[in-house]
């Protein structure tokens, strides 16, 4: 008796499984090794700091000390040894060692945690040294190199590490100022919680930030546009928009129609939130922020808690999204324990340096 032949669809099925698992071992070894390279460069950078410090560490000879070290490198092992690749290898071992050093410091009197305050484990080598284990590629470092804030080159390390940013993900939080954008929205606690532990989303606040940068819908263009086709630009983009809204996001439905006393009403977009556990309403208006549509909000999250949400399920979010709003009115028309939020967006970069001023003052006003 002869057997059946495989079904096409059994077939397909285990293809996609072998390829993911292929797919996956190559990432792996990938990843494996940008790290060695990593741990490498930081390795060549420290024989260069310490050769410097044998007493010929004048600032003309260093400089034609990583010429010649370029040369011949590359002479040697082809590219990837540069001049200015290689003076990066050398300020990345002063800015990693100095943050190592500092962080034995601060922790020389608790516990062993095994991590460090910019989430590169620390590893002790036969020779008693100190040196991180780092966890992202060369060139995501050297991007963070470029960022003089140690609070906040922390900070997008942390994000980078934890949700698996590439490095064109990782322009372009820093370019939208994400560190900032979530700094204004916290107290002075919770912007060190930044730059030690990264965003945590433990309760509504933390998943807010101001203003909603949407850029990547390109609409910035437009003269005109309307609330359909603003949701529309949404929808081809919602990759970059739930990446954009942060993290644990879920989208779950446009135009989500619910129905009582024989009238129909349609909320714009549906996410839901698995590290809150509730689900997050969004109403997007391309004018200025009334108080009808707060109220219009409020029963949309009324009626979530009521009908949709279950017990074991936290309250809904509902965040109106404006082009303008106003404060006055947001706080005069909501309750203080409202669940309802409004926030800007903008369709283009926003000024980093004018962002990071208003943060400087918001911090400075805070202290006073």
């Known amino acids: 008796m002869s057997k059946s032949p495989v079904s096409p669809e059994s077939e397909n099925t285990l293809y996609a499984q072998i390829r993911a698992l292929v797919l996956a071992a190559r990432k792996t070894v990938a990843r494996g090794v940008d790290l060695v390279q990593v741990q490498t460069n930081f390795e060549i950078g420290r024989h260069i700091v310490e050769h410097e410090q044998q007493g010929e560490a004048r600032a003309a000879y260093?400089?034609?000390?990583?010429t010649r070290l370029?040369?011949?490198?590359?002479?040697e092992f082809g590219k990837g040894f540069a001049r200015s690749n290689i003076a990066y290898m050398r300020s990345f071992?002063?800015?990693?060692?100095?943050?190592?050093?500092?962080?034995?410091?601060?922790?020389?009197?608790?516990?062993?945690?095994?991590?460090n305050t910019n989430n590169a484990k620390i590893v002790q080598t036969v020779s008693g040294q100190f040196k991180p284990r780092f966890s992202l590629s060369w060139s995501h470092y050297v991007f963070l190199l470029g960022i003089k804030n140690a609070e906040e080159r922390r900070f997008y390390e942390i994000e980078a590490t934890s949700q698996s940013w590439t490095l064109r993900e990782l322009r372009r939080q820093f370019d939208t100022s994400l560190y900032e954008r979530l700094a204004l929205s916290r107290d002075k606690e919770?912007?060190?919680?930044?730059?030690q532990e990264g965003q945590l989303v433990n309760q509504p606040q933390d998943i807010l930030k101001e203003p909603?940068?949407?850029?990547?819908?390109?609409?910035a263009e437009q003269p005109r546009f309307s609330e359909s086709e603003l949701e529309s630009a949404i929808i081809n983009q919602i990759e970059r928009f739930l990446l954009e809204l942060g993290k644990g996001f879920l989208f779950e439905a446009r135009q989500k129609r619910f129905s009582f006393d024989e009238e129909h009403f349609f909320v714009d977009l549906v996410f839901y939130n698995r590290l809150l556990r509730c689900y997050v309403l969004i109403d997007l208006k391309i004018g200025k922020l009334t108080h009808q549509d707060l109220g219009q909000m409020q029963m949309y999250v009324n009626y979530f808690d009521r009908y949709v949400k279950t017990e074991t399920e936290s309250p809904t979010i509902?965040?109106?999204?404006c082009k303008r709003k106003h404060e006055a009115l947001v706080e005069i028309t909501l309750p203080k324990d409202a669940n309802i939020h409004a926030h800007e967006y903008l369709l283009y970069l926003p000024s980093k340096d004018e962002l990071q001023q208003k943060l400087q003052?918001?911090?400075?006003g805070i202290e006073a």
Do not use: D, N
């Open 212 to 219: 909603l940068v949407l850029e990547f819908l390109g609409l």
């Open 93 to 115: 071992y002063l800015l990693y060692h100095e943050e190592v050093q500092q962080t034995e410091l601060e922790t020389s009197f608790l516990p062993m945690q095994g991590t």
């Open 190 to 195: 919770g912007i060190r919680k930044l730059a």
């Open 318 to 321: 509902g965040i109106v999204l």
């Open 361 to 364: 003052e918001w911090s400075q």
């Open 62 to 66: 260093g400089k034609e000390l990583l």
């Open 70 to 75: 370029a040369e011949r490198l590359t002479k």
